[in-house]
């Protein structure tokens, strides 16, 4: 896979490809991910790549023409399977989404910035909007990573247990059951007898009932999907 992503501030977005699962995908060749700074896609002598909106208003918006350069550019070179915008007024991300984008070669994010960019692009360029919730951030470019992360993670072979990322919270609309690790007994606080017994059937059976229990005590939207 590759994922090429447009940013008024590439600097944000180097940390989180630096380490942990990202990192290593990365280095095994699984994914490339290419940081593209519009200001270079700018003839403005001050790499200008904001104005004032038409109509007045309070609030700078981001420039078609840098936007249209650095794609048309990416497009001349490969196809895409997606071009995506993060903003907060897109679709809100979901495990679902996150699978599908997996299953893609080719993807651009656009980060926002400022106001956000000329309607223009969202009309003649982007494929899919999406938003990490109902909040609104300095720039497009946290989302950017939160939406890169889910869906790398699931790519074969950058989990070294590609069953651990199937039994996920929302893979199946239900919430992961409890999980614990040793020691068995700590300060009283004991494991349920049933995950040290060695019956796999039983182990399993529980924790898809907590796994419903849980989702329908912390998240009963869930089940009615």
């Known amino acids: 896979m590759r994922?090429?992503?447009?940013?008024?501030?590439?600097?944000?977005?180097?940390?989180?490809?630096?380490a942990s699962i990202l990192k290593r995908a990365i280095e095994k060749g699984l994914v490339e991910v290419h940081l593209h700074n519009l200001r270079d896609y700018t003839t403005d002598n001050y790499k200008q790549v904001d104005d004032y909106q038409y109509g007045g208003g309070a609030g700078m918006v981001m420039m078609i023409e840098p936007i249209?350069?650095?794609?048309?550019?990416?497009?001349?070179?490969?196809?895409?399977?997606?071009?995506?915008?993060?903003?907060?007024?897109?679709?809100?991300?979901?495990?679902?989404?996150?699978?599908?984008?997996?299953?893609?070669?080719?993807?651009?994010?656009?980060?926002?910035?400022?106001?956000?960019?000329?309607?223009?692009?969202?009309?003649?360029?982007?494929?899919?909007?999406?938003?990490?919730?109902?909040?609104?951030?300095?720039?497009?470019?946290?989302?950017?990573?939160?939406?890169?992360?889910?869906?790398?993670?699931?790519?074969?072979?950058?989990?070294?247990?590609?069953?651990?990322?199937?039994?996920?919270?929302?893979?199946?609309?239900?919430l992961a059951p409890p999980i614990y690790t040793r020691p068995a007994s700590y300060k009283g606080w004991d494991v349920p007898e049933i995950l040290t017994s060695g019956n796999f059937p039983k182990i399993e059976a529980w924790r898809e009932e907590k796994a419903y229990e849980r989702t329908q005590e912390k998240r009963p939207d869930l089940l009615k999907e």
């Open 3 to 18: 994922i090429d992503i447009l940013t008024v501030v590439p600097d944000i977005l180097k940390s989180p490809f630096e």
């Open 68 to 174: 249209d350069k650095c794609i048309s550019k990416l497009q001349a070179e490969r196809d895409y399977d997606e071009i995506i915008y993060m903003t907060p007024d897109g679709k809100t991300l979901e495990q679902r989404t996150a699978n599908n984008l997996s299953l893609q070669k080719n993807l651009i994010i656009l980060c926002g910035h400022y106001k956000g960019v000329d309607q223009r692009v969202r009309d003649h360029f982007i494929t899919k909007e999406i938003s990490i919730g109902d909040y609104v951030l300095s720039g497009g470019e946290l989302g950017a990573a939160v939406l890169c992360d889910a869906v790398i993670r699931l790519i074969p072979g950058v989990i070294g247990d590609e069953t651990s990322a199937l039994t996920d919270s929302f893979q199946d609309n239900l």
